[in-house]
């Protein structure tokens, strides 16, 4: 899978050898990048995004897979028939590609100014971090977010400004699409919760204690929540639920650990799973394919 060669409307950018990848600026504040690479052998590209002013980014995974590790230790994993929803601000970190595999990607880049003008500053503010990253979701594509993602990532060159206006209605569908995937309808954001500081520590102690049978009881205990506050508090501010934040959190820690080389058990016992087949039995629901160690043996 290629993009077509670039228009004036479309910009080169630099990425890994073997690749190609170009940027569509549809209006400032909003923007397309569609890329495809073929390395030889492992590759890694550092990216950093400004400290001002956060970005929602949207990855629709085309072809093959990749993984995004910050500085900070957060990882995102991006997989063919998957869209990854994360925020950013002020981070930095590489994309990695795995030799000999063929990646092909759509990112949907939407500057928090931008953002807001069709959410609102207050839904929008719950989206992005403090600083670093935010994931936000990552499920399967569904069919209409897939067609407007080909589009863009097929857009012609012949005609420069009608690239422009088919790709801000493909671009604005996408997001809409996601949005309500996420539950922040433009005309109904969820509000906020008094005080993110005892969510964003619960949000931590999943990270820090993967490994143990978290539960909702003891996550809004540790915390001192109700559990139905904490709940509710916690999908107003993440977007999501918490267990569906843990699986997350796990699945991608999973990846991360067997793309280093990790057995399948070693994996699964490091991400609270004391029996590698219910691990494997979760991972391939929620990867869509069976867990395998890819690092180096040793």
């Not at 589009?151 to 996601?178: C, E, F, K, T, V």
């Amino acid at each position: 899978m290629h993009p077509s060669s670039p228009s004036p409307a479309w910009t080169r950018l630099p990425t890994v050898d073997g690749g190609t990848a170009e940027r569509l600026e549809i209006e400032p504040g909003l923007s397309v990048v569609r890329s495809c690479c073929l390395p030889a052998r492992d590759a890694a590209q550092s990216h950093a995004n400004p400290p001002e002013g956060g970005t929602l980014v949207l990855t629709v995974g085309l072809q093959g897979r990749s993984h995004y590790r910050s500085t900070q230790g957060e990882v995102l994993g991006f997989d063919e028939g998957f869209t990854t929803a994360a925020a950013f601000l002020g981070s930095a970190g590489e994309r990695r590609y795995a030799a000999g595999q063929r990646v092909a990607q759509l990112r949907l880049l939407v500057q928090e100014q931008v953002l807001a003008r069709w959410l609102g500053a207050e839904a929008c503010m719950q989206l992005m971090p403090a600083r670093g990253v935010r994931p936000l979701a990552s499920a399967r594509t569904p069919a209409a977010s897939l067609g407007h993602a080909l589009a863009l990532y097929r857009a012609s060159a012949d005609a420069p400004g009608l690239a422009l206006l088919d790709g801000r209605i493909h671009a604005l569908s996408l997001l809409a699409d996601q949005v309500r995937a996420l539950g922040l309808a433009a005309h109904e954001p969820p509000p906020r919760p008094r005080g993110h500081a005892p969510l964003e520590r619960a949000r931590d102690l999943m990270r820090a204690q993967m490994d143990r049978p978290l539960t909702l009881a003891y996550l809004s205990a540790a915390v001192g929540m109700s559990e139905t506050r904490f709940k509710a508090g916690f999908r107003a501010a993440f977007g999501m639920p918490p267990g569906q934040m843990l699986l997350q959190m796990r699945m991608e820690r999973a990846r991360a650990l067997l793309e280093a080389g990790c057995q399948v058990a070693q994996a699964a016992w490091q991400v609270g799973y004391a029996h590698p087949g219910n691990f494997s039995t979760a991972y391939a629901r929620y990867f869509g394919h069976a867990p395998k160690r890819q690092g180096p043996q040793r």
